[in-house]
């Protein structure tokens, strides 16, 4: 089978498409015919070596297909049947090979790319909004990087709650997909400082809960912009890690709370994984979420979808089309 | 009147009993004859100078008693009426002024004594166990210092919503009251590591939350023994400060929580100040809280009332009956 290669760790060109032996399952796993493939900044990541994985390996984590071989004990899964993961390494190929429970069914009308282009951004949306802090109607969030993968679909899950969004981009072509989406109000970070424009907002009470996949650019602001009791949900640390944080920061700015979680901890057991698939896959078929896939690209072009995601001028989802 | 004057913080000899003119309230004020005063930590601070006070002050941080004038834009008080009250500085006195919105009714069934024992202390345990982390029946929760004032409070409360308690204490004296308050298991943290008890009595599970009031030398452990998405609640730091921490131990942990919240964020409006006083007299004159007022000293003998409690011979509230 045709899949992309990492040799050796570095640039875009590292990723070189190469022939393998298609995989075989061992006795719980199962064997997908990959029908797409999303690209994500972990794969950057992991591409370039700053996450270890050992050498050589296929780059991607996720993806949907269809189920070629199962193993001898898998029992959840059968050749024929539709299904979707993340968190898989080896999804940049024609197959890839996955625990059986990493598998979720995809429901007949949610198409194979939507599928893929759902899973790791839709589900982490889900779970910061259901759980991570539970959202109520008439709560005002505050989404950094509103118009990013997570960023666009937390904004239209924020809305369809109820609550009142704020969102940050950084330009007013990046503003208008986040107001897209629902929100009521995008500050671009570049020209105006968002610490000013959300105590503005909100008549200097603050929001109950930030969302921030951002990092280091954004903390301490985010400490003065929650209200009393407020929520810092960190996600991720696009702009670099955040320095070590002196918790007596957190009951000066108010007896804060502070969360920093991952999309692992909030699909841990089987259960949890498929009430959130099936969740987030019932939205899209109701049309209550709408995905943009900005670009699809054939497997060989693996190293320009690279280099277009660190370029960040696509604004949406990328997918790879084995 | 008769009043316990700070003129140079120092040791428990700086505290002087002085005569002073009984206050007069201003317009929003009201004079309350204390009946009886609490001792806490906090004043000891504010004795030594670690704690800023415009000198010279009146110690103490709260109390109870009854009304005996009030200013002319005070509504809803009466002189004769029975009041308690936290957080306003002057307590340590046979009267002090306070402003009308900080004082809270007392009911009938709840003693002046009980009252001022329980104001700091027990308003603290209830937005800790009801707000700060809202327990449910069937959670786990860790206790540390479960013999002290709030520590014995909590675990009242915590029991009575139906959650399982584990308790770290010093000594096997203290482990029997932590037992006698509820507490499920005891770890004689002296003798035995807590982090591996909790794990033992969890069966590798984790607890939901984490109340520690101790800080430097529990919270690294404490983080460890949280189940994934549990909450450590850092309300103090008996053992000095916590040292600023990489956020990245929050997610590789289990995308746990972190707050560290004030009594004062958790009695902000006056809404909830009465909702939180309330609640906790109720449980008073319920008999549903017991508080351990085993000592209480003169006004004159207040000297002798903080060295017993720096020595940390004493266990449960210290009052000053003027």
Same mark, same amino acid.
């Given at each position: ?10 640039g ?28 994500n ?34 029992? /959840? ?9 993340? $968190?898989?390494?080896? %999804? ?6 996955s ?19 759902? #899973?790791m ?6 779970y ?12 005002? @969030? ?19 709650i109820?609550?009142? !969004?704020?969102g ?9 997909l ?10 671009i970070?570049? &020209? ?17 809960v ?10 301490e ?23 070590? !944080? ?12 502070m ?31 709408k995905? +943009? ?30 | 009147?008769?009043a ?10 700086? #505290?002087?009993?002085v ?17 009886? %005063? ?12 670690r ?31 029975r ?27 709840v /003693? ?10 027990? #308003? ?24 002290g004032?709030v520590?014995?409070?909590? !675990?009242?409360m ?18 029997k009251?932590?037992?006698? @308050? ?46 994934? &998405? ?5 309300? $103090?730091? %008996?053992?000095?400060?916590?040292p ?10 289990? %995308?746990?929580?972190v ?16 909702a939180?006083?309330?609640a ?19 006004l004159?003998?207040?000297? +002798? ?7 940390r011979?004493?266990?449960?509230k ?5």
């Amino acid at each position: 089978m045709k899949a992309i290669r990492v040799q050796h760790t570095g640039g875009p060109e590292v990723m070189e498409l190469t022939e393998v032996a298609a995989p075989r399952p061992k006795p719980n796993e199962a064997v997908v015919k990959v029908s797409a493939a999303g690209v994500n900044s972990i794969d950057g990541q992991f591409r370039d070596g700053s996450l270890r994985t050992p050498l050589s390996f296929i780059p991607g984590q996720e993806g949907a297909g269809v189920v070629t071989e199962v193993g001898a004990q898998a029992k /959840t899964v059968k050749i024929g049947d539709r299904v979707a993961w993340s $968190g898989v390494l080896g %999804s940049y190929a024609e197959y890839v090979v996955s625990p059986e429970e990493h598998l979720v069914p995809v429901p007949a009308a949610v198409t194979d790319e939507h599928a893929a282009a759902a #899973m790791m951004h839709g589900l982490t949306a889900h779970y910061l909004v259901n759980d991570a802090h539970k959202l109520k109607a008439g709560e005002t @969030a505050l989404v950094h990087a509103a118009a990013g993968g997570v960023g666009l679909l937390l904004v239209q899950m924020a809305c369809a709650i109820g609550a009142r !969004v704020i969102g940050t981009a950084s330009s007013e072509e990046k503003a208008k997909l986040a107001r897209e989406a629902g929100a009521d109000e995008v500050i671009i970070f570049t &020209r105006q400082d968002f610490e000013s424009e959300v105590k503005r907002l909100t008549g200097g009470k603050g929001v109950d809960v930030v969302y921030d996949g951002v990092g280091k650019a954004t903390f301490e602001k985010n400490l003065n912009v929650m209200r009393l009791r407020g929520m810092l949900v960190l996600y991720g640390m696009s702009s670099g890690p955040v320095p070590p !944080v002196d918790p007596a920061k957190l009951s000066e700015k108010g007896s804060l709370y502070m969360a920093r979680t991952t999309l692992a901890h909030f699909t841990a057991t089987r259960e949890e994984l498929l009430a959130r698939t099936g969740a987030l896959f019932a939205m899209i078929a109701d049309g209550k979420l709408k995905l +943009r896939i900005a670009k699809t690209y054939p497997l060989a072009e693996a190293p320009q979808a690279h280099r277009d995601m660190e370029a960040r001028k696509i604004a949406g989802k990328m997918l790879l089309v084995p | 009147m008769k009043a316990i004057q700070v003129r140079q913080p120092g040791g428990p000899e700086a #505290m002087e009993l002085v005569d002073l003119p009984v206050p007069e309230p201003k317009a929003n004020e009201a004079v309350v004859k204390l009946a009886a %005063s609490g001792v806490n930590f906090i004043d000891v601070y504010q004795r030594e100078g670690r704690y800023k006070v415009p000198l010279p002050f009146v110690l103490g941080q709260e109390g109870a008693g009854a009304v005996t004038a009030v200013g002319a834009d005070v509504k809803g008080l009466k002189a004769g009426d029975r009041v308690a009250y936290a957080s306003i500085l002057g307590s340590y006195a046979e009267y002090a002024a306070v402003p009308a919105d900080k004082l809270v009714p007392v009911p009938s069934g709840v /003693t002046d004594q009980q009252a001022a024992g329980a104001m700091l202390q027990g #308003m603290t345990a209830h937005y800790l166990s009801h707000d700060a982390f809202p327990l449910q029946r069937g959670e786990t929760a860790l206790v540390h210092a479960a013999a002290g004032g709030v520590g014995l409070l909590l !675990v009242q409360m915590a029991h009575n919503i139906g959650a399982r308690v584990i308790a770290t204490v010093s000594t096997g004296e203290k482990a029997k009251l932590a037992r006698e @308050a509820g507490a499920d298991d005891v770890i004689l943290y002296s003798q035995s590591d807590f982090e591996a008890e909790t794990k033992r009595f969890m069966g590798g599970k984790g607890v939901d939350v984490v109340y520690d009031s101790v800080g430097k030398t529990t919270f690294e452990k404490g983080l460890n023994i949280l189940r994934p &998405r549990g909450m450590m609640v850092l309300f $103090g730091g %008996s053992s000095g400060a916590v040292p600023p921490f990489d956020l990245i131990t929050l997610s590789t942990k289990g %995308s746990l929580y972190v707050t560290r919240p004030t009594l004062a964020a958790y009695t902000a409006t006056r809404e909830e100040l009465m909702a939180r006083s309330g609640a906790v007299f109720g449980m008073l004159a319920a008999g549903k809280l017991k508080l351990r007022i085993e000592h209480t000293y003169p006004l004159a003998e207040v000297q +002798r009332a903080h060295r017993e409690l720096e020595a940390r011979k004493t266990t449960g509230k210290l009052l000053l009956i003027p």
